[in-house]
Every structure is written in C-alpha cells, then in structure tokens.
C-alpha cells in the first residue's frame, strides 16, 4: 500500500489533512489543546530525529517512529487551524456593532448575486463610522441590497464601497431540516449580514488607489470581452447566456433557461470551471508550442500561463472553482518545466493542500468537494474508458473516438460527482445523469 502511494506524497499528506481539519471543526475543545498536543510531538519528533543521527550504523531513512510523529504533527497543526477559522473572530470585528446604525467601509470581493428581493455581494470590512469617529474594523459583512432584479448595482469585484445599515447576525434556521444560513456563511469565515433598503444606502468608491492590476488589465478585459459579444451575438438572451458561460455572470441568464438546467440537473456547465480554465490554457500552449521544446522556453510558458490565469481568475470574479483549476494547472506545469514525471492525482492534492492550508474550511464547501471528486474521478476512470476505442478500426475510427473520449471524460465526471450531488440535494436523477452526456460534449464544443 505505501509503495504504491510512494509517487503521491501529497495525496498522503491530505489523507492526514483532511480528517485533521474535521477533527478541529467537530470537537469543540479550547485551541491550546491542540498547540499543547502539537508542541509535545514537536519535542518528540525532534528527539526522534537526533537518535537517528547518532545511532550506528547511521540510518539513511528516519525511523518509522519519526514519521508517525511528523503525520501527528500536521494533524495538530491543521487541527488548530481550523479549530481557530472556525470558532475565534477579531477583537475588532464587525460583531462589536450588532444592532447599531454605522456606517461600514470595505473591498467587495466577491460579484453580486441575484435573489428573488434584488442583490447580495460580501464585503471585506476595513473601517466602521459610528457616528462620532472613524475605527479600523475588519471582518466578512454579507451585505443584501433589497432592487429589482433586473436592475443590477454598479458594483464589481474589487470595488470600495459604503454601506449604511446595522450589522445583524445572519438568522439560524427556523425549524429542524432547514438550510442554515448561519452555518454555511460561518464556513466562509462570515458572521454578519446588513441588509440595504435601496441603492440610496451605499456609495461606491470604484477600486482603491492600490488596485491598478485591477485598473489596467481586469477592468478593460473585461471591457474587451463584453464589447466583443455584443458585437457577435445579437439576441439579448443569447447574449446573457454567453456572460454568464464565459465571464461567470450567471445572474445574467434567463430565469427560465437556468430553470431548465436545473431540472435537468445540468446548472453546473453555466458555472465558471476547469473547463474555462482549460480552454485558456490550451489556447496559450497551441500559440507557444514551440518554445516548449527547451527549458528555458518551457519556464516562459509556465510564466505566461500562470499570468494568463491570474487575469481569468480576476476578470471571472476570483470564483473558487477557477482557483482550485488554475492552482494545479500552475503546479502541473511547474513540474513539467523542471523536467520532473507528473502524476496528476498528486497535482490535485498538491493544490488542494496549498488551498486548505490557506482556508481550511473550504473542505466543508460543496463546490470544492464536487471539484475534487469530478477531477478525481476524471484521472481515475476515465483511462478505463478510454481503453474501449483502442481497438477501434476504419475510415471513422479517429472521429468515434474522439467522440467517445469527450462522452467519456463526461461519463467518468459525472459519476464522481453523482454522490455529493444526492447528499447536499437530495436528489440523484438518472435522467440528470444522462443529461450530462449531450450538455457537457456541446457547451465544451461551443466554448472552443
């Protein structure tokens, strides 16, 4: 079992990552228990190692012992990690004005989302204006503007803003079974929601003085690529649908057509994904080809693509799923820059451990977990079915199997995902299922 996951230390890693951070999340024990449990196995393994060094005849690899120990050390480590995420906020938080009127400054970071009431958008607080002074602050504020849905703010990624309201704490369920609001923002790292009668109650700043990669390359990328559908497509609807499958304006789609996806369990195509991601990179390393045959050229691709997707993760609103795509793009890339065999699978958990090292309770978002297990599922089964069209002989046989491998990559996905799907939803249509198989092969060919 160890050999075979001697090509995979960091999927090894995450296998002691994860439950750590679980263990963090769902015993509710004070912090310095598990710093105390950490410092301890610190010593431990620090004991472990001097032995090694001085025993004779010297060991080359450390005792099994020393190993153990450096696995419960990055257990107690991401343990209070997201112990402390989950549980302890700032002392000069957002909390301490609950229930008053003030004013609250901040960085919008993530796009407005549209409700059926009007807009919502979370704000990374910087000051609060109390009526009497201005008091740094910090802390998520998740801000609901009450607007015609059709009517959507000027307000963008990256934007500074005013708020005027009074911080309440999000509500909690109101029977047993229900959605808890209060927990699924607490997993973001959001306690607080102020709600916005109207426009009239915000003020936007535009992007601060230090923002100018926001300025000059986001902003009017943005521009360009709206500017360019409207040329090409005429229909608004279509239209709409394009900004929503290229730029993540998902808001921008009609009800009626998001409607239908979601009953066929197909939404997830019109969210911003590996697949967008993959299709900049491919166009980057089509375009490059050629300077990939020296070493020197290769790191000028790796370069270019890690800039190409940090202007993608920005212009699409920094979404997670683009994150996570782009992070082991990047890291896929860096390995076959420095010459080095690339196993995918340890790429996905290379990138998801510098993720949860970051955040840890993103292990808790759906969108993280379907990500992984859609990729996951991809490197691991996929192969199986690609070995069916091997055999495959004849005038067609190149075009069936290029057919077979683009089902194939939707089949292996959507079984992965399946499960999650039936555990957070409650559903798991076998006509969904099949759905997939049309959906994904077209809107892939009508992004490329």
């Known amino acids: 079992m160890f050999s075979m996951l001697a090509s995979y230390p960091a999927l090894r890693l995450l296998c002691i990552v994860c439950p750590a951070i679980v263990s963090g999340v769902y015993f509710d024990v004070a912090l310095h228990f598990w710093l105390y449990a950490g410092l301890g196995v610190f010593f431990a393994m620090c004991a472990g190692l001097i032995v090694n060094v001085v025993s004779k005849p010297r060991r080359d690899a450390p005792f099994s012992s020393v190993v153990v120990l450096y696995g419960l050390l990055m257990f107690c480590g991401f343990a209070a990690w997201s112990s402390y995420s989950y ?121 601060g003085s230090d923002s100018r990669f926001l300025v000059s390359v986001v902003r009017p990328l943005q521009e360009f690529l709206q500017e360019s559908m409207d040329m090409l497509i005429s229909g608004e609807d279509e239209r709409n649908f394009f900004y929503g499958l290229v730029l993540g304006e998902r808001d921008m789609i009609d009800e009626g057509t998001y409607e239908h996806f979601r009953r066929t369990a197909t939404a997830h195509v019109l969210a911003i994904s590996g697949l967008h991601v993959g299709l900049v990179v491919l166009l980057v390393l089509i375009v490059l080809q050629r300077l990939r045959t020296t070493s020197a050229g290769r790191w000028v691709v790796f370069g270019l693509v890690a800039f190409m997707l940090l202007v993608y993760c920005q212009v699409t609103g920094n979404a997670p799923s683009v994150r996570r795509a782009s992070v082991m793009t990047v890291i896929l890339l860096g390995g076959y820059a420095m010459g080095r065999k690339i196993y995918p699978l340890n790429s996905l958990a290379a990138a998801d451990l510098l993720m949860l090292s970051l955040h840890p309770l993103e292990l808790y978002q759906a969108g993280f977990l379907m990500t992984n297990a859609a990729v996951a599922s991809i490197l691991l089964v996929f192969p199986l079915l690609a070995r069916i069209s091997v055999s495959w002989k004849g005038r067609s046989a190149s075009l069936r199997t290029a057919i077979w491998n683009s089902l194939g990559i939707t089949i292996a996905a959507t079984a992965g995902v399946a499960p999650l799907i039936a555990l957070y939803f409650g559903t798991c249509s076998i006509i969904g299922l099949l759905a997939n198989l049309p959906v994904v092969f077209l809107v892939t060919v009508m992004l490329y």
């Open 87 to 207: 549980r302890y906020v700032s002392g000069d938080t957002v909390l301490r004005y609950l229930g008053k009127d003030v004013l609250v400054y901040g960085n919008v970071i993530t796009k407005p989302g549209r409700s059926a009431a009007g807009f919502s958008w979370v704000v990374d607080v910087e000051q609060v204006f109390d009526g009497e002074r201005y008091i740094p602050a910090s802390g998520k504020l998740q801000v609901f503007l009450r607007s015609d849905p059709a009517m959507r703010p000027a307000v963008s990624t990256g934007d500074r803003i005013w708020v005027k309201g009074r911080p309440e704490l999000i509500s909690p369920p109101r029977n047993p079974g229900d959605f808890d609001a209060r927990e699924y923002y607490r997993m973001s790292g959001i306690w607080a929601s102020m709600y916005l009668y109207g426009p009239w109650m915000m003020v936007n700043s535009g992007p």
